[in-house]
């Protein structure tokens, strides 16, 4: 089997929590070459920890190795469309986290440079890898006529696990101009996106670009994009929001917020005539909870409730091992630059109802 070689971009609780463990575990698969990170301390810690020479401060130095294979982009939002650009530019294929981008305009920067070099892009959507939920796709076939369908993230603070089972490297050595660089590139991009707005629709937009894209982009994949928004409300500033969409035949609502309870409520449930399909998910900060598929249904004259775990594999191990196949066999992915544009589409037309008549 043929060893990817690696470079991350970004060095955070992503990184540390999930890739850089996982790229260990799948040695058979990948080999972790580089690490860019802004801060010196970070790069020092996990270039120790794993043992990995090539160590960069700067993105552009770290894709114009020549022997790399792959880049993984995990830093900030506001750079993951400047950083993969780069990659694909540099001949590299991208594993991009969500959000791949803020702006439609950076989507088709990011179509045309993967475009020219020949090259896959591949946005970090693992839920979508779930065996749960592609379990769930099957289960769909007989479903019937869909009624309604519920898409639920109600979570506490990602600190909150975390703090209670990770050992995070943290310092506090970013350059002041490299801060400043990203506040300002966060008002400059999210304006462009959405327009000057108030303070809380430009968190409800923030919102909806991280932990709300991972709950509609597996709705799209089920049941496709909505025809429109039908009505949205958000409150605490931007911090919960609740949104109906109109499937023509059926209706679909949306609920996201963010607390201090430490618990993870994140589920999609499809309801039929005579059936119901539920995929639930777990915190991905702790790995190998179970995300498990949930079939509630009318047989016969009985009622029959099963509760599914095909497997204790996290989705984050799903999704790489499936990137593996589009690095290394030229697939092209199921989660395409184009596919994330269908979000960001959906994130504005949400925030074009949050806004006043």
């Given at each position: 089997?043929?060893?990817?070689?690696?470079?991350?971009?970004?060095?955070?609780e992503?990184?540390q929590?999930?890739?850089?463990?996982?790229?260990?575990?799948?040695?058979?698969?990948?080999?972790?070459?580089?690490?860019?990170?802004?801060?010196?301390?970070?790069?020092?810690?996990?270039?120790?920890?794993?043992?990995?020479?090539?160590?960069?401060?700067?993105?552009?130095?770290?894709?114009?190795?020549?022997?790399?294979?792959?880049v993984?982009?995990?830093?900030?939002?506001?750079?993951?469309?400047?950083?993969?650009?780069?990659?694909?530019?540099?001949?590299?294929?991208?594993?991009?986290?969500?959000?791949?981008c803020i702006?439609?305009?950076?989507?088709?920067?990011?179509?045309?440079?993967?475009d020219?070099?020949?090259v896959?892009?591949?946005?970090?959507y693992?839920?979508?890898?779930?065996?749960?939920?592609?379990?769930?796709?099957?289960?769909?076939?007989?479903?019937?006529?869909?009624?309604?369908?519920?898409?639920?993230?109600?979570?506490?603070a990602?600190?909150l696990?975390?703090?209670?089972?990770?050992?995070?490297?943290?310092?506090?050595d970013?350059?002041?101009?490299?801060r400043a660089?990203?506040?300002?590139?966060?008002?400059?991009?999210?304006?462009?996106?959405?327009?000057?707005?108030?303070?809380?629709?430009?968190?409800?937009?923030?919102?909806?670009?991280?932990?709300?894209?991972?709950?509609?982009?597996?709705?799209?994949?089920?049941?496709?994009?909505p025809r429109?928004?039908?009505?949205?409300?958000?409150?605490?500033?931007?911090?919960?929001?609740?949104?109906?969409?109109?499937?023509?035949?059926?209706?679909?609502?949306?609920e996201?917020?963010?607390d201090?309870?430490?618990?993870?409520?994140?589920h999609?449930?499809?309801?039929?005539?005579?059936?119901?399909?539920?995929?639930?998910?777990?915190?991905?900060?702790?790995?190998?909870?179970?995300?498990?598929?949930?079939?509630?249904?009318?047989?016969?004259?009985?009622?029959?409730e099963?509760?599914?775990?095909?497997?204790?594999?996290?989705?984050y191990?799903?999704?790489?091992?499936?990137?593996h196949?589009?690095?290394?066999?030229?697939?092209?992915?199921?989660?395409?630059?184009?596919?994330?544009?269908?979000?960001?589409?959906?994130?504005?037309?949400?925030?074009?109802?949050?806004?006043?008549?």
């Amino acid at each position: 089997m043929k060893r990817v070689r690696v470079g991350v971009i970004g060095l955070g609780e992503v990184a540390q929590i999930i890739h850089l463990p996982i790229l260990r575990q799948l040695r058979d698969r990948y080999e972790i070459a580089a690490i860019c990170d802004v801060s010196p301390g970070l790069l020092r810690a996990v270039g120790d920890e794993y043992g990995i020479e090539h160590r960069f401060a700067h993105a552009s130095d770290l894709v114009a190795l020549t022997d790399l294979d792959t880049v993984f982009v995990l830093s900030n939002d506001e750079y993951h469309a400047e950083q993969t650009v780069l990659a694909a530019s540099a001949g590299k294929h991208v594993l991009v986290e969500k959000p791949m981008c803020i702006t439609p305009r950076e989507v088709d920067e990011i179509v045309a440079a993967r475009d020219r070099a020949g090259v896959q892009v591949m946005v970090a959507y693992m839920r979508r890898f779930a065996p749960a939920f592609l379990r769930a796709k099957d289960e769909l076939q007989s479903l019937g006529r869909i009624n309604f369908v519920q898409v639920r993230d109600i979570i506490g603070a990602n600190r909150l696990f975390i703090e209670q089972t990770s050992d995070i490297h943290r310092f506090d050595d970013v350059p002041d101009d490299a801060r400043a660089d990203r506040t300002e590139r966060a008002r400059r991009l999210v304006t462009e996106a959405i327009g000057e707005t108030p303070a809380e629709l430009v968190a409800a937009y923030r919102l909806l670009l991280g932990l709300g894209s991972h709950d509609l982009s597996a709705m799209r994949e089920l049941i496709g994009s909505p025809r429109r928004v039908l009505a949205a409300a958000q409150w605490n500033g931007g911090r919960f929001l609740t949104a109906i969409f109109d499937y023509d035949e059926y209706r679909a609502v949306f609920e996201m917020g963010v607390d201090q309870v430490r618990r993870f409520d994140a589920h999609i449930e499809l309801f039929g005539v005579s059936k119901q399909v539920r995929v639930q998910y777990d915190t991905p900060f702790i790995r190998h909870l179970p995300t498990t598929l949930v079939v509630k249904e009318t047989v016969d004259e009985a009622f029959r409730e099963s509760v599914l775990r095909p497997t204790h594999k996290d989705p984050y191990t799903c999704e790489l091992e499936y990137l593996h196949d589009v690095v290394t066999n030229g697939t092209a992915p199921k989660t395409t630059p184009e596919d994330f544009g269908e979000d960001l589409r959906l994130f504005g037309d949400i925030i074009g109802a949050l806004k006043p008549a």
